[in-house]
């Protein structure tokens, strides 16, 4: 694994844009409800779920919304990125064996301020799942080592 910063500030663009896709799968639920201990039986109890709004099971929220971290880590800015904020609107439910597309897309880039504000998208077959906005630092090439 390259330790070397590859991409930089100076390298960015309004409208540029990237994206991971991940199927959630029952075990992604379990997993996240046991590291977030976020434990509401909407996503963990069937027989519960298929009472509420939903009628049946649904990801967290914030599991969908985690795959843009993901996007943002490794895509878009890249290596080097580190999350300062993030506004999101959860718009429609996440089942097990949906594959949600995480997509960012570069608003506008503060070179000076070393920011960058991305637009963020999650979408399940198109349709959008959690909306909202990032900001990332990202490194200057003017401030690395030589």
């Not at 637009?119 to 399940?124: G, Y």
């Not at 959690?130 to 490194?139: I, L, N, Y």
């Amino acid at each position: 694994m390259s330790t070397t910063q590859e991409r930089f500030i100076e390298d960015l663009a309004t409208g540029m844009t990237a994206a991971i896709a991940k199927t959630i799968t029952e075990a992604d639920i379990v997993l996240f409800a046991a590291v977030s201990t976020d434990i509401n039986p909407v996503h963990l109890d069937e027989e519960f779920a298929a009472q509420t709004i939903f009628g049946g099971r649904i990801a967290h929220g914030m599991l969908s919304a985690s795959i843009i971290s993901a996007v943002l880590a490794n895509k878009l800015p890249g290596p080097g990125a580190i999350y300062m904020s993030q506004t999101m609107r959860f718009v429609a439910p996440v089942r097990i064996g949906d594959t949600v597309t995480a997509r960012v897309t570069v608003k506008d880039v503060l070179t000076e301020k070393k920011r960058v504000v991305l637009e963020t998208v999650c979408s399940v077959r198109g349709k959008p799942v959690v909306e909202g906005e990032a900001t990332v630092m990202f490194p200057s090439r003017s401030g690395q080592k030589k």
